[in-house]
């Protein structure tokens, strides 16, 4: 194999298409179309002797030789971009539109736009804070140019800033009657933490109450210090005045949640900026 014949376009190619999940939205994602793209990925595969993706009617997803491609791919083109512009020497500038769950909004992320803003001063970002299924499709959608969300069931795409294990939190000296249905503080459908949470109770036969709605994390936080029940959220991004309750026989443990972020791929250099502040503010979170 030459390695010297796998181009940055070609690398660029196969990771818009991990990360658009589709060959269509990789090419709008290009500028380029769909033709173009399958034959830039047939060359990679033809190049490595390797099938990069699995194809169906409605997604693609990465094979085992893929998944093994995609880091590589990522830091070489990283390469490429920091070498162009320390090279040309022009700052970082455009229009970038993100969309970030409420979770990681109202906690992490004033730090890393702080951080993000003095490396990149003349670029324009506008933020959004949605649900993270909401996120997902206003980013099918073409409203958002990279997001930061939950991962849902059974969706491949995106690179993973950091897993945990989902815990309960309430207020500190929260009791709960373990008689009682256990009162939950939730994020109206469709939400990715309610979804999991009744359905960790389901599987664990407790009954359970919705105490609380509300589309805003300030709302369920505001509930929670009342001492109305208990909220299905990350222990990385605690809210201020809130504790873990330890799972027992009345509250069954939660599973194993990551938070992704999902953007249009290699060689878009303001998107690579930010998923990189991401990521360096996660490796040491």
Known sequence: MDITRITPELLGAFLAVVEAGTFTRAARTLGTGQSTVSQQIKRLETITGRRLLARDTHRVALTVDGEVLVDHARRILESYAA???QLSGVPLRGRLRFGASEDFVLSALPDVLANFARRHPEVD??????LSQ???DA???GQLDIILAKRRTGDPRGVTAWGEQAVWIARPDYLHDADAPVPLLLYPPPSVTRAMAIATLDASRRAWRVAFTSASLSGLTAAARAGLGVLPHSLRLLPTGLARVAADNTLPDLPHMEFVIIGPGG???VSDALTKAILQWASVG
């Open 83 to 85: 070498l162009d512009r």
């Open 125 to 130: 970002m506008v933020v959004t804070a949605r």
């Open 134 to 136: 909401d996120l997902y």
């Open 139 to 141: 980013y099918d959608a």
């Open 267 to 269: 060689g878009t250099p």
